[in-house]
């Protein structure tokens, strides 16, 4: 049984779907502290050949509180303004037609707080990209809080059940190999080849996009494929 964990990220970077996809579970961490300019309401896609910061709204988000309890903007505008500005940047980009509704239904749904919001969008994301990885929060079934980085990992992949973890390449300081083996679990860490495809309007390829500018360029049986290009070390 092979687990990930992750904070919620909101349409992310290929390298996210790569290791959501070849887990069987993934894990929202999703009750430890909200980052600031992090990547959990932010992403970047392609506007005029260029790459553009996207950010949303968030009510009263600070790291003084965890990401679970941050609800959204009530300002609709900001849906509508962000799909806006998806169907302005990518409405000649030749899967256009058949993604923009699948961005329609994750910007416009509803959802208690960012977390939430995030792990809906994946519902409908991971249907549209036939992902079929098990999505837990944190906040609502492990009860162990208490405990602090690498100990909670391991505490959670043992209620799991798991024996086998994978960490973004990232995480390599964070987490020991032998300690992970004295609990019978095989600790890898995924790193992500580079990923380019045709990109229109860009003067030259743009890296590690938000997920929007893959489904805007290529068609889904390439998308799986891509979702292959890594390593696990």
């Known amino acids: 049984m092979t687990l990930a964990i992750m904070q919620p990220y909101f349409l992310p970077y290929i390298g996210y779907l790569q290791l959501m996809n070849t887990v069987d579970t993934f894990v929202f961490y999703d009750d430890v502290a909200f980052i600031n300019r992090g990547w959990i309401n932010r992403n970047r896609i392609l506007v005029n050949g260029k790459d553009f910061l996207f950010t949303i709204p968030l009510k009263d988000a600070s790291q003084n509180r965890r990401i679970c309890e941050i609800e959204l903007s009530s300002d609709a505008k900001w849906r509508s303004k962000l ?3 998806m169907e ?3 409405r000649k980009a030749p899967y256009y037609a058949a993604v923009f509704p699948v961005l329609e239904k994750i910007v416009n749904q509803e959802a208690p707080n960012i977390a939430a ?11 549209f990209l036939g992902i079929n990885t098990k999505i837990i929060p944190t906040s609502t079934v492990y009860g162990n809080d208490h405990l602090k980085a ?10 799991e059940k798991a024996n086998r ?3 973004p390449i990232g995480g390599m300081e964070l987490y020991d190999k032998s300690l992970f083996a004295d609990s019978g679990i095989d600790l890898f860490f ?13 003067s030259e390829f743009i890296p590690w996009l938000s997920i929007i ?6 068609d889904v049986p390439a998308i799986r494929k891509m979702l292959d290009e890594f390593e696990l070390v």
């Not at 995924?190 to 860009?202: D, F, M, N």
């Open 88 to 90: 302005q940047s990518y």
């Open 190 to 202: 995924l790193q992500s080849k580079r990923v380019t495809y045709q990109q229109a309007g860009a």
């Open 165 to 167: 973890y994978i960490n």
């Open 83 to 85: 799909l806006k500005t």
């Open 117 to 127: 919001y995030i792990q809906e969008g994946f519902v409908t994301l991971n249907q």
């Open 150 to 159: 690498q100990e909670r990992i391991l505490d959670i992949c043992k209620q």
């Open 213 to 218: 500018d893959i489904l805007m360029h290529n």
